[in-house]
């Protein structure tokens, strides 16, 4: 029986990365994301690889939705073996200009949508006793750095939600782990870069060099296909032991 992998916002950087991967083992995929193209990134990754795919823009801000996005991915494809919580936003200011409504956006989309996706597939995993869950934090849910409050306290959230649902798996193998990927360069990362460049005046090779790959030993940004692959192999029938873990992927940011 083919697998299926529900990842949340495909349809761009990662978690298109992801998906793609996903689709080259033979999983089908349940894309998602807020791109206006993603019906057609949908149609196009099914045809290259002979996989069934189906698309949802499921906005996360909204509860019901993504309780709907789940329940659809379930009935379209009979079951859900991987859940890639993956969709996320980033706002940077400092914390006395940080607007509330950003702050609720941030932990909405990068928090608690990982808490409502997970609870909604919870039972269909549990009696299938088979679910991987791999939720896509950051260097940031281990690591602060300043002006991104909202993001850090999501991320950080993020990685203690994983060992919860780790621990409450445990009997039903059902896995959960997250992923901690230092920078890469995915349109996310490049509206950063260019507002940063505003703020501090410099030019983007600047931001790059000076601000963002500061922290990382390996000066380049992470290769969205790397992070995929560590995905694939959390996946796997035989990542059973691996569970509540929280990877890096920083090229050595937190080994500092
Ligand atoms: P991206 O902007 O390329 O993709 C984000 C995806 O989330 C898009 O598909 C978008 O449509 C979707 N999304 C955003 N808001 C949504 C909403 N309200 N409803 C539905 N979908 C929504 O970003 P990315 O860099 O690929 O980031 C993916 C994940 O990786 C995020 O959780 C991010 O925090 C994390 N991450 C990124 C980096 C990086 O350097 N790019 C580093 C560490 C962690």
Known sequence: MKKTALITGSTSGIGLAIAKAFAGEGYNIMFHGLEENGEEISRKVGKENNIKTAFSNAN???????????????SNFGSIEVLINNAGIQYVSPVAD???????????????????????????????????????????????????AAYVAAKHGVIGLTKVLALEGAGDNIT??????????????????????????LTEEEVVKNIMLKKQAVKEFIPEDKIAELAIFLAMDNASSITGSAYTLDGGWTAQ
């Not at 909204?62 to 379930?74: C, F, H, Q, S, W």
């Not at 941030?106 to 991987?132: D, H, P, Q, T």
């Open 98 to 148: 940080f607007p509330l409504e950003k702050w609720n956006a941030i932990i909405a989309i990068n928090l608690s949508s990982v808490f409502i996706a997970s609870k909604a597939i919870w039972n269909s995993m549990k009696e299938n006793k088979f679910g991987r869950i791999i939720n896509i934090s950051s260097v940031h849910g281990l690591r602060a750095s300043e002006f991104k």
């Open 60 to 74: 996360l801000l909204d509860p019901g939705a993504i309780e709907n996005l789940v329940e659809t991915a379930i």
């Open 176 to 201: 959960c782990n997250a992923i901690c990927p230092g920078y890469v360069k995915t349109p996310l990362v490049e509206g950063q870069i260019k507002d940063q460049a505003k703020a501090h005046q």
